[in-house]
C-alpha cells in the first residue's frame, strides 16, 4: 500500500516526482517497483498528488515512503527556508539569486521553498542522492536541493519536459547534474547535441521497458477473427497523440466498406473537439471515446484488440511522445502496430517487420495501413510475432532496471 509518512528507514536514493501516482505515468510506478524489487531501496517526494479519480493499481504495491511536500502549509514551508537560511546563510543567498537570475519566473519562489523542506528531509534521512522525473519542475527543485546542500542530482528527461523547454535552461540543469537518463535515443541525441563532450557523455538512454510479470502468461499471436475487428488506441486526448488523423481515417475505412469499431482510451482537453468531429465525421456508430481506464482495464482491451494505432504527431509547439509505452505493450500482446515516424517510434517499430509505420498527418496512407492489416490475418501474425521478440530483446524492465542501478552504482558510487 502507499505509504504517506514522513519519515523512513535510512534510504539511499530519493526519487522526486512532479505529481504521483499520475495514471498517464504508469511506467515511472511500475520503474519504482522494479528497482525496490531488485533491492535498491528508495524514498519517495512528489511535488504534487495526482488529480486523478481513477487509482492506479500498482502504486498499492510501492513499499516506499511517500511524501507530498505541497501538502504542507506556507508557514511550514517558510520556517524549513529560514532554518537553512540560519544554518548557511551565504550558500542560501547565493541559491536564491543564481536560480531567480537563471529562470526569471515566479514558480522560482516556490521551487526555492520547495528545495529548503527537502533538503531538510534529505539530511535527516541519510540521503546521499536525489533522482527527479522530468526536466521541469521537479529538476528545478533538484537543482535548488543541490545548490542548497551539495547533495548530487540526476534526472530522468521523458518528452514534453525537454521539448517544451528552453534550450538554455536544459543546458544548465545537464550541466550540474550527476548523470542524465532519457527514454529514447533520439532524445539522447537532442540533449548531447546542447553540451559539450564531455557533459554528452553524461547522458545515457535507457528505455522504459515493460514489467512483463503484470501481463498475461500465455499470449500467443494468432490472428483474432474479425467478427467484430476492433482498432484500440491509448492516449492522452492531446494534439501530439494525432486522434483527428484516426478519426478520419476511420472516415475513409467506412466509405470503403470496412466493418470496424474504433476505441480511443484516454481523457484529456481535446475531448469536446474529438466528440465533435466524431459527430460531423458521422462516425458514432463506429467510434468510441471510452475515457480514462485503468492498466488492468487496457491490458484486457488489448486481449480483444485486432490493431493498435497511435499516429503521433509534432504539436505546433514542438511537443512529440518519445516511445509511448502503448506500442512497447501492444507489441508484446501480440497486437500488430500502425504508428508515425516521429521522435523515438522508430527505434521500436521498423515498418514491414514489426509493425507499420505511416507519415505522421498523412489519414490517407493512416488508412490504407489500416485496411492493409484488417484484410490480411497472415500479415497481422507476423508482425506480431517480430513485436514480441522485439519487446524480449530490448525492452524488458528488469534488464533495463539493471542498467539504472549500475548507473546509481558505478556514476554516483551509491551502495546498498
Known sequence: MINHSQDSGP???????????????????????????QGLQLRLFSLFESPSDTPV?????????????????????????????????????????????????????????????????????????LHAHF???????????????????????????????SKAELVYKIRMARLVVTCTAYNQRYLAALVDQHVAERIHCIYHGLNLRLFPANITAAAKPLTSPLILMVGRLIEKKGQSYLLRACRILKDQGYDFICRIVGDGPLRKVLELEIRELELSDRVELWGAATHKRVIEMYQQATITSLPCIISKHGDRDGIPNVLIESLWMGVPVVSTSVSGIPEVITSEVNGLLVPSHDCHALATALARLLNDPSLRCRLADAGRQTVLERFDMASNARRLIHLFRTDLGVRQ
Not at 507530498?68 to 536564491?96: E, N
Not at 519562489?109 to 520547495?114: F, G, K, Q, T, V
Not at 529538476?139 to 525537454?162: C, E, K, N, R, W
Request: charged share 15%.
Open 11 to 37: 534510504a539511499k536514493i530519493a526519487y522526486l516526482l512532479n505529481n504521483y501516482p499520475n495514471l498517464t505515468q504508469t511506467f515511472i510506478v511500475q520503474e519504482i517497483l522494479e528497482l525496490e524489487r
Open 135 to 165: 526536466a521541469n519542475e521537479s529538476t528545478s527543485v533538484a537543482q535548488a536541493v543541490h545548490l542548497f546542500s551539495g547533495i548530487p542530482y540526476s534526472f530522468t528527461a521523458h518528452a514534453f519536459d525537454i521539448y517544451l523547454s
Open 57 to 129: 493499481e500498482e502504486a498499492l504495491h510501492v513499499q516506499a515512503a511517500i511524501t507530498y511536500i505541497s501538502h504542507y502549509s506556507i508557514p511550514t514551508l517558510l520556517a524549513a527556508a529560514v532554518r537553512r537560511f540560519l544554518k548557511a546563510p551565504w550558500r542560501y543567498l547565493h541559491t536564491c539569486i543564481v536560480m531567480g537570475a537563471r529562470y526569471r519566473r515566479r514558480s522560482v519562489l516556490r521551487h526555492l521553498l520547495y528545495a529548503a523542506y527537502l533538503t531538510e528531509h534529505l539530511n535527516r534521512e541519510g540521503i546521499v542522492h
